[in-house]
């Protein structure tokens, strides 16, 4: 059995819409720097490179879209973090190209996902 196979079942279905979001980012040209970083608690889950920018995404994998779009669970607060975790990544990598911070939705469809890229999803404020 595998680590992701013990994990409970709304855990085992996001770090499947991670592997699958990844998997999208690759076939869309990008390249990925790293995923799942870790800046104290903060977490970028992937960060990628496309036409000399950084872009990091942000997987919000659900179930359903019962209760709210998985997107719309990036609140400001996450944002905050995203943001405050992709400078330090920048700054620990001495990057200086452009940041982009996007989204990748997903939601369960069968045995698959429906997958929805949301560019400059939002932007640090000054």
Do not use: C
Request: charged share 30%.
């Amino acid at each position: 059995m595998s680590k992701v196979d013990d994990m409970p079942h709304h855990q085992r279905v996001g770090k499947e819409g991670e592997i699958f979001a990844r998997e999208w980012v690759l076939r869309n040209g990008y390249k990925v720097l790293h995923t799942n970083w870790h800046f104290g608690k903060k977490e970028l889950d992937i960060v990628a490179l496309k036409d000399n920018t950084i872009v990091v995404f942000e997987v919000k994998t659900r179930l359903s879209d019962h209760w709210e779009e998985p997107k719309d669970a990036v609140k400001r607060r996450k944002q905050k973090n995203i943001i405050e975790a992709a400078d330090a990544y920048v700054n620990q990598y001495g990057y200086e190209q452009e940041v982009q911070f996007d989204i990748i939705s997903l939601l369960r469809k069968g045995n698959g996902f429906e997958l929805e890229h949301i560019t400059d999803a939002f932007y640090p404020t000054l």
